[in-house]
């Protein structure tokens, strides 16, 4: 059982650059994630799922895209990308409404 | 909006102490209180949890109480290993929804 997989695992982009990090769950979990981690911020939430088709924003939004067009498939996308989104990114999912979340071994990107 | 505070700094600490790790929580109505561990290299997972008053969360010898009177949910263990030293983190999450909002985070290391 794989659980949550994301990729890649690290990544290098120049500003203004594009690209999408991939998220796949096998768990049949409706509800999916992503955070953001930064040093003495802890984890914020960029977008959410509560199923294929319905997506919504998050606490921290603002140059990111989502889309969930299958229940196993959470990418998140950054179009122009900025350095003040070096960080490290944790996608999770769930089933239900009990807050256990099941996370990914998160992608840490670097912007140049 | 719902907030959660986790004390400052990292925490070191030999083998076979007692641990504490501090947390609080600004929330309306009835939240549900987490904790969870993330290892070197890893993504988070859930340690422990509460969803009501006088709760006690329990797993790998870690306890935690929900105590609304002082809108604490402190993380505690009794001997720890080296296998502890990890991040700890808090959460909370209104019931109902997996948008949960999550403490900075407190490092911790345990020297043999």
């Known amino acids: 059982n794989a659980g949550v997989t994301q990729t890649p695992k690290f990544q290098v982009l120049k500003t203004g650059q594009s690209m999408t990090l991939q998220c796949a769950q096998d768990m049949n979990h409706e509800y999916m994630s992503w955070y953001r981690q930064d040093p003495g911020m802890g984890l914020r939430l960029i977008h959410y799922?509560?199923?294929?088709?319905?997506?919504d924003q998050g606490e921290v939004p603002n140059g990111y895209n989502v889309s969930r067009s299958t229940t196993e498939d959470f990418p998140l996308r950054l179009l122009s990308a900025a350095p003040s989104q070096t960080s490290v990114y944790f996608c999770?999912?769930?089933?239900?409404?009990?807050?256990?979340?099941?996370f990914g071994e998160g992608s840490r990107l670097t912007v140049l | 909006g719902d907030s959660v505070t986790q004390m400052e700094g990292p925490v070191t600490l030999s083998e076979e102490a007692f641990l504490t790790i501090n947390c609080t929580y600004t929330?309306?109505?009835?939240?549900?209180l987490f904790w969870y561990v993330q290892y070197p290299g890893e993504g988070l997972q859930l340690l422990l949890k509460a969803t009501k008053a006088d709760d006690k969360g329990s797993n790998k010898g870690f306890e935690a109480t929900y105590r609304k009177e002082t809108t604490s949910f402190h993380l505690e263990k009794g001997s720890v290993q080296v296998s502890d030293s990890a991040v700890y983190f808090c959460?909370?999450?209104?019931?109902?929804?997996?948008?949960?909002?999550f403490g900075k985070g407190n490092q911790v290391v345990v020297i043999p």
């Open positions: 959460a909370l999450s209104r019931s109902g929804n997996n948008r949960l909002a």
């Open positions: 799922s509560v199923g294929a088709g319905i997506t």
């Open positions: 999770a999912s769930t089933q239900g409404n009990t807050g256990e979340l099941f």
């Open positions: 929330a309306t109505g009835y939240p549900s």
